[in-house]
């Protein structure tokens, strides 16, 4: 163990013993700081890092015991190991000093060869937990990222398997996102609506193809059966308990429910619409009609516009509408980034297509 790099802090108010514990530490290549009272030491621990504090219980005017309580409600402290010393080990203190958060206790006085032990016994005990801790957040980082690309993969397939559409559910993640985090969601939540957006038509996998794709106005029935991948992206999403996949649920079922209440699929009104839902019918109209799909031509700005104002309390939710358009510089930019990306991805498949052409023609 490379005892030079651990900051120990020595808490006694009798000089002589900080003296003797100090220099057993320092000889042992250990870093120490000295204080002498309670209040010093809580000070000393909100200025530096340290990795283990010895602490003596009996001390003037605060104990050992009552700082160790406050340093263990301190989010940014309570991992700090503390080994009290202490002359007094009957079981009423021992028990005190374990309840308060203590990890160990040295009875003085002591011999140096047990103190040492001690130390590096604890000091090894926190290197591992936080080790463990590090490698639990690594791995769970991992997952989440694989869940969040496993979200992006699925999305791109239910919107058609079409170079436009894939591009349709990462604008409407950014427009999510960014709406979201005017309404107020924090950065964390904003973040889980943008992936969970991603799926927002996953019911589109269990659609025909002749419908998804169809060259024009859909029929009567054609238009009931498309309306079916709400419920059925629902019933893919219910079976996962996980944050996102919760949220994706929610997203899949409600954003094409309504502010007044003539959506579908269940007709929900207002703010029984989840927030989700909310946003996410605002992101997906708006960029719906800023390209061309399929069955339509792209809308121009002025109309996509107009149209989205008119909507304020019919389709959208009002108070998220007049965000919108108080914001819409902020949607226009990532509108034109994303055109420009679709620009520079059409003359790079282009030149890769060529390529391709004259590498083949040489080889006839």
Known sequence: MQKKNYNILIVDDIEDNRRIVEGILKINGYKTVCVSDGMSALRMVKKNSFDLILLDIMMGEMSGLEVCRYLKVDPENSNIPVIFLTANSDRDTITKAYKVGGS???????YKEELLA???????????????????????????????????????VAEGHSEETQYHVKRVAAFSYKLAVLYGLDEQEANLLKDASFLHDIGKIAIPDSILHKNGVLTNSEYKKMKEHV???????????????KAAKIVAEQHHEKWDGTGYPKGLKGENIHIYGRIVAIADVFDALSFKRAYKDKWQKNE????????????????????????????LKIYNLHV???????????????????WLLQRR
């Open 104 to 110: 160990d206790y040295i009875k003085k006085p002591f």
């Open 304 to 331: 996509v516009l107009s149209y989205m104002k008119d909507m304020s309390g019919k389709h959208f939710d009002p108070k998220l509408i007049e965000l919108f358009f108080d914001n819409i510089d902020d949607f």
């Open 231 to 245: 419920t059925l992206g629902a019933d893919i999403l219910k079976k996962s308990h996980l944050p996102l996949f």
């Open 118 to 156: 001690r130390v590096e016994t604890r000091l090894s005990l926190r290197d591992y937990e936080k080790n463990l801790e590090e490698t639990v957040a690594k791995r769970t980082q991992e997952i989440h990222e694989t869940q969040v690309q496993l979200m992006h993969i699925l999305g791109s």
């Open 340 to 358: 420009q990306k679709i620009e520079l991805d059409n003359k790079y498949n282009v030149r890769k297509r060529k390529s391709i052409m004259d």
